[in-house]
T-cell receptor, first 116, second 115 residues
Framework: DTGVSQNPRHKITKRGQNVTFRCDPI?????LYWYRQTLGQGPEFLTY????????KSRLLSDRFSAERPKGSFSTLEIQRTEQGDSAMYLC??????????????FGPGTRLTVL | KNQVEQSPQSLIILEGKNCTLQ??????????LRWYKQDTGRGPVSLTI?????NTKSNGRYTATLDADTKQSSLHITASQLSDSASYIC??????????????FGRGTSLIVHP
């Protein structure tokens, strides 16, 4: 257990439905990252936050994907109008901010999304 | 396009043996390179982090090397244990024009250690 928690751990939904995932980072970490990992592939960077500010969102896969971190603590990732291609593991990671990005990122266990 | 290629795709070794995993990248401008271990169904766990000026970094039985000139890295595992069975992922970060460090992940090498 790294101290980063994600809920739910598994989500099954029907195509076209909206889903929302939650990530609770390690409490003193002000950087929070979202990744997507499909079967047999490495994770793919989606977006990240420093406190409540979303500093990079150009890598979000489409406008159906959005993320928030309203109070600089937990974060949510929402996928609207889900498609079967959205089926994947969604990973969250956190780290202490600042520096040249060399601080260790701690990953959560992920949320496995299955779109039927 | 930034890319990270890992080899071999999979590897089977006997317990106690050593092995070396390879990572080649075309990420630019280079910021840092990380190796992660990912057990099935779990999030990755950081093993090593190296910046441009570092050419080797150790973490217990794991030793990573970096040749920034040839854009290659390796992860050497010494005296393998059954618990080393996992996917090993190489990640290279680049500094974007917007000032963010964007990571590019390799597909990973799947290591199986047999007793």
């Amino acid at each position: 257990d790294t101290g980063v928690s994600q809920n739910p751990r598994h989500k099954i939904t029907k195509r076209g439905q909206n889903v929302t995932f939650r990530c609770d980072p390690i409490s003193e970490h002000n950087r929070l990252y979202w990744y997507r990992q499909t079967l047999g592939q490495g994770p793919e960077f989606l977006t990240y936050f420093q406190n409540e500010a979303q500093l990079e969102k150009s890598r979000l896969l489409s406008d159906r994907f959005s993320a928030e971190r309203p109070k600089g603590s937990f974060s949510t990732l929402e996928i609207q109008r889900t498609e079967q291609g959205d089926s994947a593991m969604y990973l969250c990671a956190s780290r202490i901010g600042g520096g040249a990005g060399t601080d260790t990122q701690y990953f959560g266990p992920g949320t496995r999304l299955t779109v039927l | 396009k930034n890319q990270v290629e890992q080899s071999p795709q999979s590897l089977i070794i006997l317990e106690g043996k050593n092995c070396t995993l390879q990572c080649n990248y075309t990420v630019s401008p280079f910021s840092n390179l990380r190796w992660y271990k990912q057990d099935t169904g779990r999030g990755p766990v950081s093993l090593t982090i190296m910046t441009f000026s570092e050419n080797t970094k150790s973490n217990g039985r794991y030793t990573a090397t970096l040749d920034a000139d040839t854009k290659q890295s390796s992860l050497h595992i010494t005296a393998s244990q059954l618990s080393d069975s996992a996917s090993y992922i190489c990640v290279v970060s680049a500094l974007s024009s917007g000032g963010s460090y964007i990571p590019t992940f390799g597909r990973g090498t799947s290591l199986i250690v047999h007793p």
